[in-house]
């Protein structure tokens, strides 16, 4: 299957070296291409930006003995106590909650398992999404001087921003180290930069095609779709993209690619315009974001696309 997101890149240019490096990383696979000097240790840069996601996912990941787990299970804690990586995500995704009109959602983790993405969904009792509903909302989380207090019952669930935080964080410490290019993956998540031009190819949503082929020179990319994870049920298609305003899946688009300045906000607004679609894009205030392509089906099930503000150039 491809990734929703794929990549060419252009050759080297003389006097420097391009280097690939493909390795698991936050239960999916992460694609790292440098180029650099010939000099350069690279291979001292691959084991530097592995530490760093290792580090990311102990301290923002919702498993036993990861932060977030600790967190949800202890329901409030001093932010002085909590990691740096937690404190910084806890900080974006409240611009980017209210920057996406609340369909960017931390708290939805007790819809998710409530609908068991991804391992075991199952089509919940109308009672069980209800019940989780009570203890899903950001605005119920309170920060009072130096404490954040969760609802009881309430599960913080990053997943829809810590991939794209993580491409951020790997990508800056990369060029503080002094690459002149580079292009950061994980889980279909990008963004690039440096001296050259990168070419960005997305997924068709129902097929092993790509939809669009970007030319890229800086940016980030992200693509969120109902074909990442889903439950088909009688029929019926469900989607792991909750909405977190009615307990079950958005269906405003099969998939929504968004192009912004990093890729954390990328990857929260592709979330968040994947469940609500083009008709939920009145309640966004853009800022980081440059533009949107939706993939969308009309009334005879074909696939077509739409897009809205500036993306980057198509091959």
């Not at 009672?127 to 920060?143: K, Q």
């Not at 998540?189 to 990168?198: A, K, M, S």
């Not at 990319?221 to 109902?226: E, F, K, Q």
Request: aromatic share 8%; proline share 5%.
């Amino acid at each position: 299957m491809l990734p929703a997101i794929g990549f060419l890149v252009r050759l080297s240019r003389p006097r420097t070296a391009e280097t690939r490096k493909v390795f698991p990383a936050l239960g999916t696979i992460a694609t790292i291409v440098l180029e650099t000097s010939p000099s350069t240790d690279v291979q001292a840069l691959f084991r530097g930006a592995d530490s760093l996601l290792c580090l990311i996912e102990s301290e923002t990941g919702r498993f036993p003995g990861q932060g977030v787990y600790e967190l949800n299970e202890r329901g409030s804690a001093s932010l002085s106590e909590l990691n740096p990586h937690l404190l910084r995500l806890l900080a974006v995704s409240d611009s980017l909650h209210e920057a996406t009109g609340g369909l960017f959602d931390p708290t939805a983790g007790a819809l998710v398992e409530t609908w068991g993405f991804p391992h075991n969904p199952v089509v919940p009792e109308s009672s069980a999404i209800a019940a989780a509903l009570l203890v899903t909302g950001w605005n119920a989380v309170v920060f009072r001087n130096d404490s954040i207090i969760l609802p009881e019952g309430a599960k913080l669930d990053f997943g829809a921003v810590a991939k794209g935080y993580a491409v951020d964080m790997v990508y800056e410490y990369l060029f503080s180290r002094g690459v002149l290019s580079c292009l950061v993956e994980i889980g279909g998540e990008v963004r690039c930069g440096g001296e050259r031009l990168w070419r960005v190819a997305v997924r068709h949503p129902r097929n092993e095609a790509y939809i669009a082929v970007y030319e890229m020179d800086s940016g980030a990319l992200a693509t969120s779709g109902d074909y990442e994870s889903f439950l088909i049920d009688d029929g019926v298609w469900y989607s792991h993209l909750i909405d977190p305003r009615t307990g079950y899946p958005g269906r405003g688009s099969l998939s929504a690619t968004v192009y912004a300045g990093t890729c954390g906000a990328a990857d929260a607004f592709a979330t968040a315009a994947a469940i609500g679609g083009p008709s939920g894009l009145q309640g966004f205030a853009m800022g980081d974001v440059l533009g949107i392509l939706f993939a969308v089906q009309n009334e005879e099930g074909e696939v077509a696309t739409w897009s809205t503000g500036v993306l980057p150039n198509t091959r």
